[in-house]
């Protein structure tokens, strides 16, 4: 099984900047994406950032110049920095992978994390 974990949310002020994380654990056969998306109060899931293996990086508008995601293929760990946050970025937000198992390899499935809180706020 794959497991998720993030961490580096909190409490921040406008203007201000957080680095999420997002730790993988547990063996796969291949990496289709990994993102991160977010999820406001009364509001649906969205994407805010996602990255394939080979790099190539897709933002939403409302992030982009301001966001940047990364992964770091050694520590088996996805990253967000967020720069100059504005109250609307207030959200969960959850990483995902889309991967292939070792016990299914013909099948892409979803994982997610349990998420972190971001509250920007004066």
């Known amino acids: 099984q794959v497991q998720l974990v993030e961490s580096g949310g909190g409490l921040v002020q406008p203007g201000g900047s957080l680095r999420l994380s997002c730790a993988r654990s547990?063996?796969?056969?291949?990496?289709?994406?990994m993102g991160w998306y977010r999820q406001a109060p009364g509001k649906q899931r969205e994407l805010v950032a996602t990255?394939?293996?080979?790099?190539?990086?897709n933002y939403a508008d409302s992030v982009k110049g301001r966001f940047t995601i990364s992964r770091d293929n050694a520590k088996n760990t996805l990253y967000l920095q967020m720069t100059s946050l504005k109250p609307e970025d207030t959200a969960v937000y959850y990483c995902?992978?889309?991967?292939?198992?070792?016990?299914?390899?013909?099948?892409?499935?979803?994982?997610w994390g349990q998420g972190t809180q971001v509250t920007v706020s004066s």
């Open positions: 995902n992978y889309k991967v292939r198992l070792y016990s299914d390899i013909y099948r892409w499935a979803d994982y």
């Open positions: 547990g063996r796969i056969f291949s990496i289709n994406t």
């Open positions: 990255i394939t293996t080979s790099g190539s990086t």
